[in-house]
């Protein structure tokens, strides 16, 4: 409980959470505004969209502004307590290195449910200012939730996996490095291997956070979009929570 108790006081203090809050309810607040404009100066791309704020919504969610935003906090908030030596001072004083990790998963854990939490009702705002909260009709308070749950739930697991690589690599560079791949290369690896095992009707990239995110983000999402998204959530959460302590329990901290 004490360690806890220190990670969400570190949580609070943390100068990389405030900024990155900032980031959230910036690109909340710009993302309506853009599109908006953009769809007065006719692009087609953005005309077809079916713009309001609750479709921008979960438009923004099959985008990685989030996830890319927790990719980065996680990294510097874990991996930052071994460039500093507090680690080691921990492991040194015999506290149990897997409350360690857990204390350190659930601040981060807490610090994207807050990211999440104050980016809905900003874009909300902004895109009901921009655009109509909902012209075509489409707003549904179930739907909305479901969405949410499933979002948040796959946000969880890309936190595991970050604060596991974070623990793994123990260094902020190459934490971000490899967070931000994760985000923005792997998925379009995976989307490359589909293509190769297409003709089995194998699809490698429906194994991973973000094909799910982006399947979920819809103010109808499919009842087996949803499924296949809590499972995937599920696993890859427990297996970043069990891999990273696992990793985290053998290492040699100097």
């Known amino acids: 409980m004490n360690m806890i108790k220190a990670e969400f006081y570190k949580l609070k203090k943390s100068g990389?959470?405030?900024?990155?809050l900032s980031v959230c309810v910036f690109m909340a607040a710009l993302l309506p505004f853009t599109l908006s404009r953009a769809a007065a100066g006719g692009e087609p791309d953005v005309q077809a969209l079916s713009l309001s704020a609750v479709e921008i919504t979960s438009y923004a969610f099959s985008m990685?502004?989030?996830?890319m935003v927790a990719a980065v906090f996680t990294a510097i908030f874990v991996s930052g307590e071994f460039t500093y030596g507090t680690m080691k001072n921990y492991v040194s004083k015999g506290l149990d290195r897997e409350d360690l990790f857990a204390a350190k998963f659930l601040a981060c854990a807490v610090a994207v449910t807050l990211m999440m939490a104050v980016f809905v009702p900003v874009i909300l705002l902004s895109g009901t200012v921009f655009l109509g909260f909902d012209p075509h009709g489409v707003f549904s308070i179930s739907a909305f939730i479901a969405m949410l749950l499933a979002v948040w739930l796959l946000m969880m697991a890309y936190t595991a996996v970050f604060a596991a690589i974070g623990m793994t690599l123990r260094s902020n560079g190459a934490s971000i490095g490899v967070n931000i791949c994760?985000?923005?290369?792997?998925p379009t690896?995976?989307?490359?291997?589909?293509?190769?095992?297409?003709?089995?009707?194998?699809?490698?990239?429906a194994g991973w956070i973000d094909a799910n995110l982006s399947a979920v983000a819809t103010w109808a999402p499919a009842p087996g979009a949803l499924l296949t998204g809590a499972l995937v959530g599920c696993m890859w959460l427990m297996l970043g929570i069990i891999g990273g302590t696992g990793m985290f329990r053998h290492q040699d901290i100097k």
Do not use: E, M, N, T
């Open 182 to 186: 994760l985000v923005s290369i792997f």
């Open 64 to 67: 990685p502004i989030l996830s």
């Open 16 to 20: 990389p959470f405030q900024v990155c």
């Open 189 to 205: 690896l995976l989307s490359a291997a589909d293509l190769i095992f297409q003709r089995i009707g194998f699809q490698i990239s």
